[in-house]
């Protein structure tokens, strides 16, 4: 049974920090390319930030390149995406996927708001 569970949201102020993590079961983590989306209100969902496999190479969408570092851990098969200088506008849902082939796995998301 596939499971991919995000942890680590929250509310947090301008210009702060969260790091939230993924914890991947039921499948070969370490052979999946792992990503993080987000989905603001009002807003289509839009790729945050990819890693490879062995996490060789790293991805980023402009708006958060210099403040989001993606990270993995194989041994513990979870994902992390670490946010620094958060923003209002990075309020969002941000959701785990894992991809290989035709496999295209989803977590529930969790809720990340960035508010004074």
Not at 43 to 54: D, F, G, M
Not at 68 to 83: E, G, P
Request: aromatic letters at 10%.
């Amino acid at each position: 049974h596939v499971q991919l569970v995000e942890s680590g949201g929250g509310l947090v102020q301008p210009g702060g920090s969260l790091k939230i993590s993924c914890a991947a079961s039921g499948f070969l983590f370490s052979t999946y390319g792992m990503r993080w989306y987000r989905q603001g209100p009002g807003k289509e969902r839009e790729l945050v930030a990819a890693i490879t496999s062995i996490a060789t190479t790293t991805t980023y969408v402009d708006s958060v390149r210099g403040r989001f570092t993606i990270s993995r851990d194989n041994a513990k098969s979870t994902v992390y995406l670490q946010m620094n200088s958060l923003k209002p506008e990075d309020t969002a849902v941000y959701y785990c996927n894992a991809r290989k082939g035709a496999d295209n796995y989803w977590g529930q998301g969790t809720q990340v708001t960035v508010s004074s």
